[in-house]
């Protein structure tokens, strides 16, 4: 059974940084692509950043683009994103998702995690 569990999320100030950690298990790590989504309130989930088996391909939402970073470490089965210039309207539950498939395509992620919340004040 795949299971993802994120760590990282908190309450920070707007311009602050935080760093996500999403660590897996269950499945070859290495053989699929990651990504990171979120959900703010009243909202409908959305994505923010995917990153290809290799690390050597990244794509990002535009709203996230220049700010976030996503990476991966195979040998720790661990994905990051790692967030600068935080604002309010990025506040939401943030998840972590694995896809056999395309890292651009949503409906590709079939193992997802629990969440953490990111809460930035202004």
């Known amino acids: 059974q795949v299971q993802l569990v994120e760590s990282g999320g908190g309450l920070v100030q707007a311009g602050g940084s935080l760093r996500l950690s999403c660590a897996a298990s269950g499945r070859t790590f290495r053989s699929y692509a990651m990504g990171w989504f979120r959900q703010a309130p009243g909202k409908e989930r959305e994505f923010v950043a995917a990153?290809?088996?290799?690390?050597?391909?990244?794509y990002y939402a535009d709203s996230v683009k220049g700010r976030f970073t996503i990476s991966r470490d195979n040998a720790k089965n661990t994905v990051y994103l790692q967030m600068n210039s935080l604002k309010p309207e990025d506040t939401a539950v943030y998840y972590c998702?694995?896809?056999?498939?395309?890292?651009?395509?949503?409906?590709?992620?079939?193992?997802w995690g629990q969440g953490t919340q990111v809460t930035v004040s202004s």
């Open positions: 990153v290809s088996w290799s690390g050597g391909n990244t």
């Open positions: 998702a694995s896809t056999p498939g395309s890292m651009y395509l949503r409906r590709t992620y079939d193992y």
